[in-house]
Every structure is written in C-alpha cells, then in structure tokens.
C-alpha cells in the first residue's frame, strides 16, 4: 500500500502494527513503571501526560496505568496541588529542573521528596482513573476488583487535588480556575496568552539560564522563542519569591489568567470525580457534582454567541479572544443541548478550524487558521496535536455526536499512520511530524483509539510495555 495516499479506513492488519508500534513508544518511554513523555527533551513525570498516558495504559496494563498516577501523586503537596512536573533524580538535561524551583526550600507546602515543580497542569486525572476503572472491569473479575480497590486509595488524593482548585484557585468573580503561568495551561506559547505575557516583564535579575529544548528539537521555530523563555523563568521567579503561597500569587503574580480550558476540564473530571465516588460507594458525590456544575457556569459565562469561550486576564479585565482550540471549552466541559452540540460540530468542521480547505487532514489545529496569530509550525500557535484530538474525540461522544467523534478520531489515526511518526504535534498543511517524533501521549492516545474501535489487540502489545 502507497501510505502517501492512504486516505480510507485503517485495515485490521495497519491498525495492529500501530498499535503495537505505539505501545513500543510507551514502553521506550519508561523508566521501571513510570512513562515519561519522550526521551531526551522531558526525562520527568509530567502531570496531565501521565493521565493521558495512563488512558491508553488502561487498554493494555490496569495496573500499570494505576501505578502511572500514583506515582505522580506521590509528589503531591500539603495543600493538595499535583505539581506539573515530578523529578526523576537521576534524569538530567531538562531546564527548568529542581534546583531552579526550589519548591521545598521556599514552601512548607511542598515534599521534600519527591522533587517537584511549583505550578500545576489540567485536572485530567479523575477522567483518566474513571476511564482506567470501566477499562478493568470490561476484563475480569479479579482485575475489576483490584481496580475498584485502587479507586478506593485514589479517590481521596483526587479530591484533596480538587479541592485545592476550589479553594487556592477559583477565581471568586468568575469561578474560573485561575492560573499564574502558561505551562499551567499545558499550552505554553498558545497566543491566548500573548496580552498577559506582554505584562510580563523579566527583571535585569533573572538569573542566566540555558535552554536545554532546543538540543532535542533543532528547528528553533518549532519551540517556544527565548524572549517567552525569559517571561517563563521570571514567573518561576516570581513565585518563589512568593514561596508559592497561592493567595500571594493571587495578588502579586503578573501573570494571572481565568483560564476557560482548564475550567472546562475541571468541570468534566467533577463529573468522572462524582461517578468514581459513586463507584466506591464514598459520601463524596454531591460535593463532585457541586464543583462540576460551578464550573461548567463559568465556561457558559466565558461563552460567546458563536459558541466559543473566551479566556479573562484578571489582573485587566481584558478578554483574551485569540482564536485557539481552548475556544471549544463548552464542549469539553459538557451538558450542551443537542443544539449548541450541532453548533460545535459545524464550527470545528468549519473552514476555520478542521475543514480549512489547505489543510491534508480535516483535523483542528491549536489555533485557527482563521487567526492573524496562526504559525503552522510553532507549537501551540497552529499545529495540530493529537492529544487535544483525543480530548476532542471524547467530548463528542460522551455529547452524542458520535459520527463528529469517529470522523475526527479516523482523520487523527490516518494523519499518524501517514506521517510515519508518533510526534508530539504536526504541521496542518502537510501533515509534516513536529517537536519529538516518540511522543508519549501520542501513543497513549493512538492505543486508545484502536482499542476503543476493537480492533485486535496482540498479546505482544502488553509484553513490549510490562518488559
Ligand atoms: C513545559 C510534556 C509537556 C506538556 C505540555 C507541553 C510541553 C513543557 C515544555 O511539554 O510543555 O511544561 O518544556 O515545553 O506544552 O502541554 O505537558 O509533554
């Protein structure tokens, strides 16, 4: 077969080996039970890959998705904050690393070990641990009971993450959940961002730094500039200068942003919260649903008459309207009417985002081209990720849009299978594999995907990754 020109359904055969194949790439990942998201450019435990990961964990190894996320719950803080990266001491080569936080030398609230980072990333993990819990008990009895068992220890790390995002970080104006740094977003240089971070001003004390990304990823135009680089370590700075006390940052972070996204999520991993704890028969399950409904009305006051949601700068008041894939928030956040689900459809089959007539796959990018920010090539102003296809993908159907849901997963799979490569984003004209080419939630996601279709899953698939 031309894979050039494969444009049709995966045959059987194709969609075994890409699975397989993906299920390599989290087995290259790991180190002992822990899937990092690519050798060389992230050698840590990143928050919410580890829940993407163990999504697609879950079709192959239960418990290995389980131990996943207890291992990155094991740099929970005090508080309650699942920090966004959790050191593996004898991984080098990633900037900013632990020294440069110093979260336990500046903050009580922080683990002394494991060695962490001071900010926070998407609450995707409740989603991935009720997912995780259904995979287990489509198997058998043992593994279901075992699961239910783990759901049991999980659930209290769960909402001790919770309610920390309800108390530390709820905005009280606008009950969206407030963030004090980009990455906290997970979608770093997206240019819903560009008004704060142009408040953003790096002080003459910055400490000098070397990047350590651009060693992985050669094409500097893929990756974030040094100029956002400087704003990214000065709020590092800043926070620590504030000992990473929430209600400080509060006040005093220049970059403090209603984030629409984050909020959406949150509101959708209260849902899968409530159910886990329906699930494990825990008292918990009115308090999900209260956090879920709160933040699924901030998403709707953040919404516009086309359907798309905006972010807030809190320190301003300004909308940040940037044209990016956070726009789809009401969606991921869940409950719209059949109608306002129609609306999202056609507007992400729309020539400004999927259908845009000079794309090679009808398949979202990060922000529309539609946008004077669009940059095909630079991380999250234009490429197209399969993680946020797969986020995509899920919300649909759990909405009923079952056709939008396949048509966009088949698109997503064929994209990957034709460029040859598990990449952590890609170029929308010509599909052309960006930043790294091994990319864990890549897999995590592609394994997902075929398994959820049932295609045939070899037995090998789970030896690769088990060693
Ligand atoms: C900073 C690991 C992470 C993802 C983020 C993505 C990128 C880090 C970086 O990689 O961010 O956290 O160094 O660029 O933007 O979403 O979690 O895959």
């Not at 999980?154 to 909402?159: C, R, S, W």
């Not at 399950?285 to 809190?314: F, Q």
């Not at 034709?418 to 996601?445: D, F, I, K, R």
């Amino acid at each position: 077969m031309d894979l050039n020109n494969y444009r049709s359904d995966l045959p059987e055969k194709l969609a075994v080996t890409m699975a397989a194949r993906a299920a390599h790439v989290l087995g290259l990942n790991s180190d002992g039970d822990v899937v990092k998201p690519a050798r060389g450019l992230y050698p840590h435990q990143w928050s919410w890959d580890t829940a993407f990961i163990a999504i697609g964990l879950s079709a192959l190894d239960v418990d290995l998705a389980c131990r996943n996320l207890d291992a990155l719950f094991t740099g929970q803080w005090r508080n309650g904050m699942v920090p966004h990266i959790v050191f593996d001491p004898d991984a080098k080569g990633y900037f900013p690393g632990p020294d440069r936080w110093a979260c336990a030398d500046v903050s009580g609230e922080a683990p002394a070990t494991p060695l962490t980072s001071g900010i926070c990333q998407p609450p995707v993990h409740a989603i991935a641990a009720l997912h995780t819990v259904r995979a287990a008990t489509r198997r058998d009895n043992s593994t279901a009971s075992a699961a239910i068992r783990w759901a049991e220890t999980f659930l209290p790390k769960l909402l001790s993450w919770h309610r920390f995002l309800v108390r530390e970080r709820t905005d009280a104006s606008t009950g969206l959940v407030r963030i004090f740094h980009g990455w906290e977003s997970g979608m770093d240089n997206s240019p819903r961002f560009d008004g704060p971070y142009s408040r953003v001003r790096p002080g003459p004390d910055l400490p000098p730094y070397e990047r350590r990304d651009l060693k992985y990823v050669t094409d500097a135009g893929q990756r974030p500039t040094n100029q956002e680089y400087d704003s990214y370590l000065w709020l590092v700075e800043e926070a620590k200068h504030a000992g990473y006390d929430q209600q400080v940052l509060s006040r005093s972070s220049s970059f403090n942003v209603g984030d629409v996204f984050f909020t959406a999520l949150f509101a959708a991993a209260n849902d899968d919260l409530a159910e886990l704890a329906d699930l494990v028969r825990a008292p918990e399950v009115a308090e999900a649903r209260g956090y879920a409904e709160r933040a699924r009305a901030a998403v709707a006051a953040r919404t516009g008459p086309s359907g798309l949601a905006t972010d807030i700068d809190l320190r301003t008041g300004e909308d940040l309207e940037a044209g990016t894939i956070a726009g789809f928030a009401p969606l991921i956040a869940g409950q719209l009417s059949a109608h306002e689900v129609d609306g999202m459809v056609k507007l992400l089959q729309g020539i400004c985002w999927a259908g845009h007539p000079g794309f090679k796959w009808a398949l979202p990018p990060s922000t529309s081209p539609c946008s004077a920010h669009f940059r095909a090539r630079s991380y999250w102003r234009g490429p197209v990720w399969p993680v946020t296809n797969w986020l995509l993908t899920w919300a649909l159907g759990r909405a009923g849009a079952e056709q939008a849901a396949a048509d966009l997963r088949r698109t997503a799979l064929e994209q990957v299978v034709v460029a040859g490569g598990l990449a952590e984003y890609y170029e929308p004209y010509t599909g052309e594999v960006l930043g790294t080419v091994n990319h864990s939630w890549t897999a995590a996601v592609v394994v997902d995907w075929l398994c959820a279709d049932d295609w045939p899953r070899p037995a090998s698939m789970t030896r690769r990754i088990t060693g």
